[in-house]
């Protein structure tokens, strides 16, 4: 059985960066993936209602903007993902299988105790890496409307913190707020 592995997040200047990995059954309804970027958001929501209670297994974790610092943005990227995969694991359905082994999309892999391989643009190809990268997307959209919640003026369920140029004027004139990435350049 093949778990597919993705993060959303890498590019924001604020809020953490989030993992998920899926693991499909056979009977999956697979017309209804197709890559996280490709799908509106209306799209992608339906999708995820259907991999979350439909998918073997699933798990979503997360790197904040403090590990972001700390380790840099791919070392957290890897964190975020070793971390979905040990929750897709404790979420099994069934029991789970003895022959397990990930696809991650992109060049590197995190340290997992299966089989991994990197494959680039995996989440236009491999099922499970496109259900990875929906949920992955949904869940720091999630996040990041949230966040407008507490920090109105900074407009996160607008932008979601990526550097647009609403971004970038509204840190010049508040200043960086509390979930800001301190390593990432603003201008």
């Not at 990268?133 to 407008?148: F, G, V, W």
Request: aromatic share 8%; hydrophobic share 45%; proline share 6%.
């Amino acid at each position: 059985m093949i778990c597919g592995i993705d993060e959303a997040g890498r590019g924001p200047l604020a809020g953490p960066v989030a993992a998920a990995a899926v693991a499909l059954p056979g009977d999956f309804p697979f017309g209804i993936l197709d890559d996280s970027k490709k799908l509106g958001a209306k799209k992608r929501e339906q999708a995820r209602l259907v991999i979350c209670s439909r998918a073997a297994a699933w798990g979503v974790g997360w790197a904040s903007a403090v590990e972001i610092d700390e380790l840099n943005i791919l070392k957290a990227s890897l964190l975020a993902m070793k971390r979905a995969f040990k929750a897709m694991i404790l979420n099994w359905r069934l029991c789970a299988p003895q022959e397990l082994s990930a696809v991650v999309d992109g060049l590197h892999v995190p340290a997992l105790p299966v089989s991994c391989s990197a494959m680039v643009k995996a989440d236009a190809a491999v099922p499970e890496v496109m259900a990875a990268s929906i949920l992955a997307k949904t869940a720091r959209d999630r996040m990041m409307e949230r966040y407008s919640w507490f920090y109105p003026e900074y407009g996160y369920e607008r932008h979601k913190g990526y550097p647009t140029r609403e971004h970038r004027a509204l840190i010049a004139r508040y200043g960086p707020s509390p979930i800001q990435r301190a390593s990432f350049r603003v201008r």
